[in-house]
């Protein structure tokens, strides 16, 4: 069965440190991968999306993700964060033999220190 | 571009009601929405897919005669909750699919739903 692991419940990190969430992803064809954030109360917002070519992509905030498909991962990270980064952060993976519907992870909660 | 809307953001019911939550695709034409529900401090779930002019397809455990769904045309999708209960309260979200590009969808703000 198609699924989406995000391992880390709440991550806490220091404004101006780094930041590596993981997302990891169980089926054997390659997926269509993203990265939603979700402020309280709001919707989502896509921040980065991989489709194919450069496994490495830019998004939205200064966010980056790396593609692996040996690790079967989706990993986000971002250089620098900034107090207005705290949120809930969901990975998600689509398939083409399941129409493209999204598969959530269980998302992480960014805390940011000041 | 690929603005998604939904209204109400906000609905307070009394138990035994139904209410109508509506999706709009403002800026493109949506075949196919989605409607999610989330729970607080939870992932989203799928509930349907709705694809305009068919029949919405259930998620196994939703109730369709609950959750009524309708794709009337090519930009709006609407969800009914019918004789709504507490336990229905919730955040509610609709997202879209354009004609092109299949496998990306565009969210909408989402609706809170509470029932008393």
């Known amino acids: 069965a198609q699924s989406v692991t995000q391992p880390d419940i709440h991550i806490t990190v220091s404004e101006g440190a780094s930041l590596e969430l993981r997302c990891n992803y169980s089926?054997?064809?390659?997926?269509?991968l993203f990265w939603y954030v979700q402020s309280p109360g709001q919707g989502l917002q896509l921040l980065l999306k991989?489709?194919?070519?450069?496994?490495l992509v830019q998004g939205i905030k200064g966010f980056e993700a790396e593609f692996k498909r040996s690790q079967s991962s989706f990993n986000l990270r971002k250089p620098s964060v900034h107090w207005s980064d705290a949120a809930e952060y969901f990975c998600?993976?689509?398939?083409?033999?399941?129409?493209?519907?999204?598969?959530f992870g269980s998302g992480t909660r960014l805390l940011v220190r000041p | 571009g690929a603005v998604v809307s939904q209204h109400p953001s906000r609905v307070i019911c009394k138990s035994g009601t139904s209410v109508k939550i509506e999706c709009r695709s403002l800026d493109f034409q949506a075949t196919t929405m989605f409607w999610y529900r989330q729970f607080p401090k939870k992932s989203l779930m799928l509930m349907a897919t709705?694809?305009?002019?068919?029949?919405?397809?259930?998620e196994q455990g939703v109730e369709k005669d609950k959750f009524l769904i309708n794709h009337a045309s090519l930009t709006l999708s609407t969800l009914t909750v019918t004789s709504a209960h507490p336990e229905d309260s919730s955040f509610y979200i609709c997202s879209a699919r354009g004609e092109t590009a299949s496998y990306e969808q565009y969210f909408g703000p989402g609706t809170r739903l509470t029932v008393t």
């Open positions: 089926y054997g064809a390659t997926p269509y």
């Open positions: 991989y489709f194919s070519g450069d496994t």
């Open positions: 709705s694809n305009e002019g068919s029949k919405a397809t259930y």
């Open positions: 998600a993976v689509a398939f083409m033999d399941s129409s493209y519907k999204l598969i």
